[in-house]
């Protein structure tokens, strides 16, 4: 009997097909056209775990991944929650989820897992400034070149970095390389297409990191079945003072100027009527999605979507809140301030006017680099940006987040937090949050800080 | 390449078909199209950005005879659609004249040095931008403006793509666009086509090439002039969950569908998640191909000598070029260059795979080992490959024909000979 791979999942074949149905192998079903069976790639462990059962001698061609000798050249003691989360992970036959704060060093989990198990691995990292990151952190740790594939570079090596999207795409060839996946930021891993990667990997051994693993729309409940359950979890608060630094959050409520006022009353009258019209609320289930499709039949509705987009402009973007920006950025002189917001507008708004840098997703990996190590070194002290640094982003030492204007979700805003909690001997961190007060952001506000971090 | 926001789909009796320009008349489809291509050449050296505001003036044509919402709808999409093919054959650079990243490093260090100097932590903007411009031989309005040129809104249009290039020549584009745009949302298709062998072969490739999985059935008896074949194809997580995954790749191999012959393609898609994927048919005819016409002269030294060295030994066996898709069992299919065969219906194939992967080889030598090939076939593989002949030793059911550079008609009708010799006295 043999096991191969192919195109992400794997054929059982060798033998009659009645015969290789009667070892009732876990999620096979038949494909006359191998003939054989055939699984997806996730069920590999399980599936030689099976046969192994049933004493079955099995032609093993499907998996191309080797066992390392890795050899950590730089290894800092572990901290004990992070001694416990590997433990635990091993217990759960090294598949499942660790849940630690940002700052809390899920990295270091990683490459204990990555030491422990020394299998040919893959770490899958949300955004590209996540993939370099890890890239130096394997190479500083191991001592080896480490492969990339992702933002225009595809060197596969026994220890390689890439992205959600590029394992998307290149899981159907790459995904019997690796023994090991590491997956970062998980959350992102139940999107439809992000979770085909995981089902197009063979990889027995899975590990899902997170701050914020629940998801709104509840499809966490995926980690599962695609990596583990969630075998140790940390939150804030249990970490804070000790091994993440102390913090304060301060809310400031601005208001729209006149102008402002009258073109945010305009334009949210325009969308309301139409919601009224169609009959659709926006805060009922699926509500969104009616309001576009409705919204995209009629150039009443178009202009309703205009208009609903230009009063949460608006918002958004109150001028008043650059002049805040500006006080803090006076009183926090020489501290190190990350201004987020939620688009990318009002992050080069915020770099035009205080001549600051900015990292948006259009910022090349050289130059983020660069600006990055300015950030760390201190010449650079205040850094703009949307949502491509909100997580994972390894920022040393930050003191200061100002957040100009976000969506209602609970795990951005953790995370947004996250960026200035690394510890730091006497350091007390502030995150400033700036609402325009009698508009939609103080409902956006109320709604993502619904987290015990905020409390 | 279009999406399905571009497109309009309505339901017939028969399954879903693509509304052609979305409803817009030929005519009016030929004058957006003039529109855009017009806009777009007007700003060549001009940013990114002016054009996409400029397009996005161009006036909505909306379709007044059917009127209310839908007909703006489709007016809306059509000018999507058109101004999608023409941006799609535009280029975007940035400038090379300015170098950005370093503008901007030179700004910030300066901006820092100035907050961190200043008595209230504040900054003058207007000196910072000014003592660098002059440190650069730019004003401050210049500097600034010079500042962000890299972004993707700050690229320079590019129309050269575009010479030669008119509105009637974009209407087959804009056609088999949509068709195309369809078949993103389809889970499987199955393909039936009456090909040239090198239209064959071309579709056979695309599929391999994206690691589709596909059974083939023969449609008619093998023919030197015709031949038919139907491929059902999917990939290969079909089995497990019905997704639209493959819609892309089943999207790609459009062009090679259409190319064939005749054709015929039947698609299950889905428009939208959660929805069930209802039929959508694309029928018509290609052309013959006129490469397909001149043999390979590897092939054609074979056809060329092959009779006169079989002809001692096995008499009355004919050697021609092939035409058709050989069906394995199983599943799978290959194209064979030549058929060697007796009018009591003795045959056996060559394949010349050339430097074709490794994996198609072992793939055939699993073949011959399994016993599902319908008739002995002869495969010719480059030395290039690294693959034995003694992966096949003396199998009845097929060999492999090493070669370098030159092909040996001789080898490959000892081969022969051996196979279907026994093929007549069994």
């Not at chain 1, 701050?211 to 979890?233: K, Q, S």
């Not at chain 2, 005879?65 to 007909?71: D, H, I, K, L, P």
Request: aromatic fraction near 6%; proline fraction near 5%.
């Amino acid at each position: 009997m043999a096991l191969r791979f192919r195109a992400g999942t794997i054929e059982v074949t060798g033998q009659p097909t009645a015969a290789l149905l009667a070892l009732a192998l876990p999620s096979c079903v038949v494909d006359p056209r191998i003939p054989g069976l055939r699984a997806p790639s996730l069920a590999y462990a399980d599936i030689v775990l099976a046969l192994r059962d049933r004493g079955v001698i099995v032609d093993d061609m499907a998996r191309r991944y080797d066992t390392l000798a890795l050899v950590p050249r730089e290894a800092p003691t572990p901290r004990d929650y992070q001694r416990d989360a590997l433990s635990a992970w091993t217990k759960a036959r090294a598949r499942g989820v660790v849940v630690l704060p940002t700052g809390a060093g899920k990295t270091e989990v990683a490459l204990l897992a990555l030491a422990s198990r020394n299998r040919s691995a893959l770490v899958v990292a949300p955004t590209l400034d996540l993939v370099r990151q890890w890239h130096e952190a394997l190479g500083r740790r191991f001592g080896v070149d480490v492969g990339v594939v992702g933002g225009g570079e595809h060197t596969v090596l026994p220890l390689t970095v890439t992205t959600y999207d590029s394992a998307w795409l290149h899981m159907e060839h790459l995904g019997d390389r690796f023994g090991l996946v590491v997956f970062d930021e998980v959350h992102h891993l139940v999107a439809d297409s992000y979770a085909m990667a995981a089902r197009l990997s063979l990889a027995p051994y899975r590990l899902g990191l997170s701050a914020t693993p629940e998801r709104d729309d509840g499809r966490d409940a995926l980690l599962g079945e695609l990596v583990g359950p969630i075998v140790f979890r940390k939150e804030i608060d249990e970490l804070q003072g000790t091994f993440l630094a102390d913090y304060d959050v301060v809310r400031i409520d601005v208001t729209l100027d006149e102008d402002e006022r009258a073109q945010w009353a305009a334009a949210r009258a325009v969308y309301k009527e139409f919601l009224q019209r169609e009959r659709v609320s926006l805060g009922g289930p699926g509500g969104w999605d009616r309001f576009v499709q409705r919204a995209a039949r009629s150039p009443e509705g178009r202009q309703a979507l205009a208009a609903w987009r230009l009063q949460r402009r608006l918002a958004f973007g109150a001028a008043q809140k650059l002049e805040h920006v500006d006080a803090i950025l006076r009183r926090h002189r020489g501290a190190r301030v990350l201004v987020f917001s939620d688009d990318n507008a009002t992050a080069y708004a915020v770099a035009r006017r205080f001549l600051v840098p900015v990292i948006t997703h259009q910022t090349k990996v050289s130059e983020r680099t660069q600006l990055l190590r300015a950030f760390s070194d201190g010449t650079l002290p205040v850094l703009a940006t949307s949502r491509v640094l909100n997580e994972g982003v390894d920022v040393p030492d930050a003191q200061v987040a100002v957040v100009l204007s976000g969506t209602g979700s609970t795990r951005e805003h953790v995370q947004r937090l996250g960026r200035v909690l690394r510890p730091r001997p006497g350091k007390r961190a502030v995150l400033y949050e700036l609402v325009s007060a009698d508009t939609g952001e103080t409902y956006t506000s109320d709604k993502r800080r619904d987290h015990r971090a905020y409390r | 390449m279009l999406t399905l926001d571009h497109v309009r789909v309505a339901r017939r009796k028969q399954g879903l078909v693509v509304v052609p320009r979305a409803g817009l008349d030929e005519a009016r489809a030929l004058a957006l199209l003039d529109d855009v291509l017009a806009v777009a050449r007007e700003h060549h050296g001009r940013r990114r950005a002016e054009l996409q505001a400029a397009l996005d003036d161009v006036v909505v044509p909306v379709d007044d005879e059917r009127g209310g919402a839908r007909g703006a709808s489709a007016a809306t999409r059509a000018a999507a659609a058109a101004k999608k093919l023409v941006l799609d054959r535009c280029d975007f650079a940035a400038r090379d004249d300015l170098d950005p990243p370093s503008l901007r490093a030179a700004v910030f260090a300066a901006a820092a040095e100035a907050r961190v100097g200043s008595d209230h932590g504040g900054l003058d903007r207007d000196v910072v931008l000014a003592a660098v411009g002059e440190a650069h031989g730019l004003s401050a309005a210049a500097l600034e403006a010079a500042l962000w040129a890299d972004l993707d809104e700050a690229h320079v249009v590019d129309v050269a793509p575009l010479a030669g290039v008119t509105a009637a020549a974009l209407l087959p584009v804009w056609a088999q666009a949509e068709l195309a745009a369809v078949l993103l949302r389809a889970r499987q298709i199955v393909v039936d086509v009456d090909a040239t062998p090198a239209q064959l072969r071309r579709l056979l490739g695309a599929l391999k090439l994206h690691q589709l999985l596909f059974a083939a059935e023969p449609l008619a008896l093998d023919d030197a002039a015709i031949s038919g074949v139907r491929l059902i194809v999917e990939g290969p997580m079909a089995l497990f969950a019905a997704s639209t995954r493959y819609g892309l790749k089943l999207a790609l191999l459009l062009p090679h569908v259409l190319a064939c012959r005749r054709h015929r393609l039947s698609a299950a898609v889905a428009l939208r998640k959660g929805r069930a994927p209802e039929p959508f048919v694309i029928a018509g005819r290609g052309h013959d191909d006129a490469a397909a016409v001149a043999l390979p002269p590897l092939v054609q030294g074979l056809l060329d000598e092959l009779p006169g060295l079989l002809a001692p030994e096995l008499p009355g066996f004919v050697v021609r070029a092939a035409g058709a898709v050989v069906a394995v069992g199983g599943g799978g299919a290959f194209v064979p260059d030549v058929v060697v065969e007796h009018p009591d219906g003795a045959r056996a194939y060559v394949e010349v795979l050339g430097f074709w992967s490794r994996e198609a080889v072992w793939r055939r030598v699993e073949w011959v080992e399994q016993g599902v090939l319908p008739a002995p076939a002869v495969f010719c593989v480059s030395e290039r490959l690294r693959v034995s002949e003694a992966a096949l030793p003396d199998d009845p059911g097929g060999a492999l024909v090493v070669f370098k550079g030159a092909l040996s008609a001789k080898k490959v009708a000892v081969a022969l000979t051996a196979r279907l010799r026994r093929v007549s006295l069994g």
